[in-house]
Structures are given as C-alpha cells and as structure tokens.
C-alpha cells in the first residue's frame, strides 16, 4: 500500500479494533448464496445482507466506531451534526445515543418520509433544508459552525474502519471470491471493501456501482478529475451524489477495476428480485450491486462472485409500485447471453 492509502484506508489492526466496537452493538450479519439468483445470473452469487444491521444498513457499523473514539477523544463534546438521506443518519442517531450524545441530522426536503421517522425515534433531531444532499451538507457544515457542533462527514477513516468489519466477514467467509461489486454514495462502502481485501492480502477485483442518475463518481473516475454530475435518481437515493469525495475517490482511482452504472428501472427489477427470489427487501441503493451483476451477468458466468445487499430502508408506497412491476426473466438470457454483447452495451454507456 502506498503512504496515501496508508493515510486514508485502515490497517488490518484497526478493522479488527474497530470490529470490536461493532460487535459490542450487534452481531455479524449472514452471507447467503441464493439458489434462485444463481440461476437468474448463470454463475456463483454470494450477497452480504447487510439489511440485517440494527438500522437495517450497512452504515451504523461506521457510526459506531467514529463516535465511540469520538466520544472519548471529546467527553465535552456539546453534540454532533450531519447530513443524510437516511442511512447515515440512523448511523449516527444510534450511535450518538449508545454514548449519550445528542444528535442533530440535516436532510433534503422531501426525504423519505420512513427514514426521517426512523432517524426521529432514535432521539434525532431533524432538520429539512435544501434540494438534494449536497445542499443539505453545506447546510450542517454552515450549522455546527453556529452552533459549536461536532461535523461527522460522510466519509472519514474511522467510519471506513467501522464498515470494513463487514467486507472482512464476507471476505474471510468466502475468500475465494473472483469479484465484488459495491455501491458508491459518498464512499465508504467501497473504501472499506477496499480495505478488508488488502488486509486480507486477497486478489478479488472490485467493481464500483453508481446510479446512472448521479454519474460525478463515474465520470470522475474515467476522467481522472473530480467532477460535479447533477443528479436525478427517483429510487436510488443512497447513491445520490453530486459532488465526490476527494479521498473516496483517489482510492477507487487506484483500486477499483471499473464503475459501472444503472439505471432506476434495473435497480427496481433487481429489487423485486431480491424479494422474490429471497424474501429480503432492499432499498434502491441495497439492489445497485445485483442490478449491475445482472446487467454484466455474460462476462460474470464461471466467476464466484460477491455483491452486498446494502440496505432495506425502503419506504412502503414506493417498494409496493416495485412489487407490481412485471417480472423479469433471467434465466434464459444469463444462459445464452455472451460476455460480448454486455461488454459492448458497457463501452456504449462509457462513450455516452
């Protein structure tokens, strides 16, 4: 690892650190092979249900360990800030109250109506401003200034640390493993992918996901250069991002094999998939990594492959039109569907 990766990813001793933390708040969650989606994509598919976590995502394992050191590096500390469309906010929410510090979360307007709720009855306190979560971002930042609270960002090395504890399940369990595919939103899912399978010392190759409605982390990776993208995902909120991370992407311009993007109709057909084929529910951003093993699934066959069912924090009237979409049919196409023509639509996309 170079000394830059050194200074943004953790070490194995501080996954395994930061593991204990974890493990303190809730338990390892499963990774199943399902046989119903191995058909569907024609190969091995190992998912990570991450949508087991206590807030139903994979991100409350950052939350805890970020402010666990928080809280003991700061004991004054008046109270924290941030800001979500969900996922991290009940992140921080659970966590701030494990350790008895008072949480304030800033969203868009318009945000989920369940994940508010949810972040709420945790002892969140709620703030709506702004269009979409860039917005809502500078808006915290702007407020822990006033307000002399501590800002948690959305990514940070503490929360990497805290995630990867879940990849190192996963990896370990199956290391074996030819590819991963991962979400991007802010990052620190994919950071710590990246970092479990280095300090695993394994080779798997990892593939990004973003939305191809909040494209900054594809274009930018492409393009060498961070670059701002607008974003217009109606389902996928947890990869709604305008504006990368600098030290998120520096690591996936130098780990990750490829991003690819899909689009909210194959996020949604991947979610009733999900629940369909498992009985598990996942939000839009908890299906992108099987939305895009589908859409590559000719070059995937005879591979063992990994994706993370990241999230189930879907709001009812939405996972309902899902479920009466018309069901896809896999199967046939994943047996006479060839690597070439996934590859060509792959480098089309790229072009566009």
């Keep these: 690892m170079t000394a830059a990766l050194h200074d943004l990813l953790p070490n194995r001793t501080e996954i395994e650190t930061a593991a204990r933390t974890v493990y303190a708040a809730m338990q390892a969650t499963p990774q199943y092979s399902w046989p119903l989606l191995n058909q569907a994509l024609g190969t091995e598919l190992w998912v990570k249900h991450e949508n087991h976590a206590p807030t139903g995502a994979f991100k409350v394992r950052g939350g805890l360990v970020y402010m666990e050191k928080l809280s003991r590096e700061q004991p004054q500390l008046r109270g924290v800030i941030s800001a979500t469309r969900g996922n991290h906010g009940q992140s921080v929410g659970l966590a701030a109250r494990r350790f008895g510090v008072q949480a304030s979360i800033v969203v868009p307007q318009g945000n989920s109506r369940e994940k508010n709720a949810a ?17 809502s971002r500078e808006h915290a930042a702007q407020l822990a200034r006033e307000r ?12 990497v640390g805290g995630v ?22 802010q ?14 010392g394994l080779r798997t190759s990892i593939i990004g996901v973003v939305s191809a409605h909040a494209l900054a982390y594809k274009l930018s990776f492409e393009q060498r250069i961070k670059l701002e993208s607008p974003v217009t995902t109606l389902i996928a909120d947890g990869m709604a991002c305008r504006v990368p991370d600098e030290a998120s992407l520096a690591v996936m ?33 908890g299906a992108a990594a099987l939305a ?22 879907v709001d009812h009237d939405m996972f309902a039109d899902i479920l009466r979409r018309p069901a ?10 060839g690597g070439a023509g996934d590859e060509s639509r792959l480098q089309q996309r790229r072009a566009a």
């Excluded at 709420?120 to 917005?135: D, M, R, Y």
């Excluded at 990867?164 to 939103?185: C, F, H, I, K, R």
């Excluded at 780990?255 to 529910?281: G, I, S, W």
């Design 164 to 185: 990867a504890s879940y990849w190192m399940e996963l990896l370990s369990a199956q290391p074996d493993l030819d590819v991963l595919l991962v979400p991007v939103g």
């Design 148 to 159: 002399q609270l501590h800002m948690i960002p959305s990514f940070h090395r503490d929360l």
């Design 292 to 313: 895009a093993a589908l859409q590559i699934r000719g070059r995937l066959r005879g591979k063992k492959v990994g994706v993370t069912l990241s999230g189930g924090n």
């Design 187 to 200: 990052g620190s899912g994919m950071c710590a992918a990246v970092a479990a399978r280095n300090a695993l």
């Design 253 to 285: 311009q130098s780990q990750v094999d490829e991003v690819l993007a899909v689009t909210d109709d194959e996020v949604a057909d991947a979610m009733k998939l999900y629940f369909t084929a498992t009985h598990n529910v996942a939000e839009g951003a």
């Design 119 to 135: 972040m709420s009855a945790l002892g969140v306190s709620l703030i709506e401003h702004g269009k979409e979560f860039q917005e």
């Design 328 to 337: 896809r049919e896999y199967a046939d196409s994943a047996c006479s569907n």
